[in-house]
T-cell receptor, first 115, second 113 residues
Framework: DGGITQSPKYLFRKEGQNVTLSCEQN?????MYWYRQDPGQGLRLIYY???????QKGDIAEGYSVSREKKESFPLTVTSAQKNPTAFYLC??????????????FGPGTRLTVL | GESVGLHLPTLSVQEGDNSIINCAYS??????FIWYKQESGKGPQFIID?????DKRQGQRVTVLLNKTVKHLSLQIAATQPGDSAVYFC????????????FGTGTRLLVSP
């Protein structure tokens, strides 16, 4: 999985609870991303970070929050405000602005189920 | 908004056949395209990429073709193997400042022995 780890692999939570998904990379990449994947659908961008202490909202940021205090870590918090949090969450990293390339390396994913 | 889509949601082939997975994109400003392979329960894995200044690029058993005139991208897999069974995504990116990838919905490839 390209030096990106996500934990846990499976996560269950009750409605109304916040939960934090971990993402760590040892690729020395500046940029990191969080995607959500629903069954039979493509990946949708939640948040991304180009550099430490900076992050931007993606296409579906509502109900989520992130932090980027360290280069290698980009945790995602799914808050109780997220209406439909059950999904497969994928973290990725890349070396940004390398010419016109933006190959992203993905972690193994965390499957979150709200009970 | 701009999006990337796929023509066929499921493709079934026999082992040894060649597979062709298609992708249409709508953003004429996109200049970088990637194909990813995703096995069940795992994260996507990079297969091959291509820039808009190229029409064709070959890798090991895979070829990507880009037709900018009709905004069409295809992934060809030669001598398909059971291990190729997965969902394949195309993604595109526009080279304006920080690049974000826009992913298609995916095509499931099923390879029968």
């Amino acid at each position: 999985d390209g030096g990106i780890t996500q934990s846990p692999k499976y996560l269950f939570r009750k409605e109304g609870q916040n939960v934090t998904l971990s993402c760590e990379q040892n690729l020395n990449h500046d940029a990191m991303y969080w995607y959500r994947q629903d069954p039979g659908q493509g990946l949708r961008l939640i948040y991304y970070s180009q550099i430490v202490n900076d992050f931007q909202k993606g296409d579906i940021a509502e109900g989520y929050s992130v932090s980027r205090e360290k280069k290698e870590s980009f945790p995602l918090t799914v808050t109780s405000a997220q209406k439909n949090p059950t999904a497969f969450y994928l973290c990725a990293s890349s070396i940004p602005d390398r010419g016109s390339y933006n190959e992203q390396f993905f972690g193994p994913g965390t499957r979150l189920t709200v009970l | 908004g701009e999006s990337v889509g796929l023509h066929l949601p499921t493709l079934s082939v026999q082992e040894g056949d060649n597979s062709i997975i298609n992708c249409a994109y709508s953003n004429s400003a996109s200049d970088y395209f990637i194909w990813y392979k995703q096995e069940s329960g795992k994260g996507p894995q990079f297969i091959i990429d291509i820039r808009s200044n190229m029409d064709k690029r070959q890798g090991q058993r895979v070829t990507v073709l880009l037709n900018k005139t009709v905004k069409h991208l295809s992934l060809q897999i030669a001598a398909t193997q059971p291990g190729d069974s997965a969902v394949y995504f195309c993604a595109e990116s526009e080279n304006t400042g920080f690049q974000k990838l826009v992913f298609g919905t995916g095509t499931r490839l099923l390879v029968s022995p």
